[in-house]
Structures are given as C-alpha cells and as structure tokens.
T-cell receptor, first 117, second 110 residues
Framework: AQSVTQLGSHVSVSEGALVLLRCNYSSSVPPYLFWYVQYPNQGLQLLLKYTSAATLVKGINGFEAEFKKSETSFHLTKPSAHMSDAAEYFCAVSDGAGGTSYGKLTFGQGTILTVHP | DTAVSQTPKYLVTQMGNDKSIKCEQNLGHDTMYWYKQDSKKFLKIMFSYNNKELIINETVPNRFSPKSPDKAHLNLHINSLELGDSAVYFC?????????FGQGTRLTVV
C-alpha cells in the first residue's frame, strides 16, 4: 500500500520569498512521485515528476523537488514566489515501472499556497 | 486540442436521478481513470481501465458503473444519486509514468 502526507494544509508566503511545500510518502515498492497544481475551478496540472532517474527534479514555472529516499520525502520548492503561484498543490505517489496498479495515483491532502504582495 | 475532455463541466440534479459523465482522450493512452475530489479537496481513485478492461475498483458503491466502449473513452454512469455524491469527478489517462487530467465535472445533488 502507498500513502502520502503533506505537512501543512495552508502555507502563506510573501511575493519573492522561498516556497517550501512538504511531502512525505510511504511505499512498499520503489515509488514514482509527482507534484500537481490545481487553480480554482480547474483540473490538475503536472508540475514535475520523479521516476527513478535524477533525484533533483526540475519542473515548470521554476519549481523543483528533491527525492530523498532516506527521509521518504519529496518536498517542493521555488526560490522566489510569484502572485500567480497561489493555488492548491498536491503530492502523489504511484508504483514504479512494472508496478501492478497501472499508474494509480495516491494523493496527499493538498496544500493551499497563498502569496502576499 | 484538449488531451482529456469531460462533459459536462457542471451538473446539477435531484436526489434519486440517474446521470452520466463522459470522458474522451486523444492521447492514444491505454489506461484511463476516474477520480473523485470531495468537498475537502481530497482526491481518491474510483476506477481504472486498461485497454477497455476494468482493473481497479476501489470499493465504490455499485450505483457507480463505468463503461469503456473503446480505449479512448471512459464514461461514468451514476444511478439513484445521493447528496453525498456531490463532488468534482476527474477523468485521467496515462501511458508509462504520467497521468493527464481532464478539467473535472462538478456534480451537485440537491
């Protein structure tokens, strides 16, 4: 079984400040890990993914995340927040290659990011 | 061109009615899914189909019946709608490691 815990349901930062959204996972098999962003009344957009290659993954809009197996973490960061980053962010885990769940995603609870001027 | 499209985007209906949500993907993917996002924004998988075959059914009430007429379509039919079915339903498709999501269908049962 797999699970994801996102620490902090709400994170508030000032424009230009560092963004750090925390994600810890549990998986009995080598995981694939994802961050998705959801803007109000919209679908889910993939920010970045880890699929067992480089542990530091760069995504769209200046976001990146680092896979740390020893800490079972996949935290999302961005050096400088923009107002347009305000949204809800979801961390998700799935089986790696050869898994039996056909890419089923297990999501965390989500973190709402607020950016203040 | 929209990769994964769902219709309708909004659906308001009375308790006890039967309704369907349609989903189509033009990505050529083998696997499609239905996810439910509840009022607290929690996302959970409901069903998964691979090449028109049901492979995941996550203890969803049997009032919910998915149907995949071909690899590009996965529809969701819901019988005898209940207040608790109000949610946003997302269709997705994937090949290898990445899932692509539709824009969601906001279902409101009154």
């Amino acid at each position: 079984a797999q699970s994801v815990t996102q620490l902090g349901s709400h994170v508030s930062v000032s424009e230009g400040a560092l963004v750090l959204l925390r994600c810890n996972y549990s998986s009995s098999v080598p995981p694939y890990l994802f961050w998705y962003v959801q803007y109000p009344n919209q679908g889910l957009q993939l920010l970045l993914k880890y699929t067992s290659a480089a542990t530091l993954v760069k995504g769209i809009n200046g976001f990146e995340a680092e896979f740390k197996k020893s800490e079972t973490s996949f935290h999302l960061t961005k050096p400088s927040a923009h107002m347009s980053d305000a949204a809800e962010y979801f961390c998700a885990v799935s089986d790696g290659a050869g898994g039996t769940s056909y890419g089923k995603l297990t999501f965390g609870q989500g973190t709402i990011l607020t950016v203040h001027p | 061109d929209t990769a994964v499209s769902q219709t309708p985007k909004y659906l308001v209906t009375q308790m006890g009615n039967d309704k369907s949500i349609k989903c189509e993907q033009n990505l050529g993917h083998d696997t499609m899914y239905w996810y439910k996002q509840d009022s607290k924004k929690f996302l959970k998988i409901m069903f998964s189909y691979n090449n028109k075959e049901l492979i995941i059914n996550e203890t969803v009430p049997n009032r919910f019946s998915p149907k995949s007429p071909d690899k590009a379509h996965l529809n969701l039919h819901i019988n005898s709608l209940e207040l608790g079915d109000s949610a946003v339903y997302f269709c997705a498709s994937s090949q290898a490691s990445q899932a692509f999501f539709g824009q969601g269908t906001r279902l409101t049962v009154v």
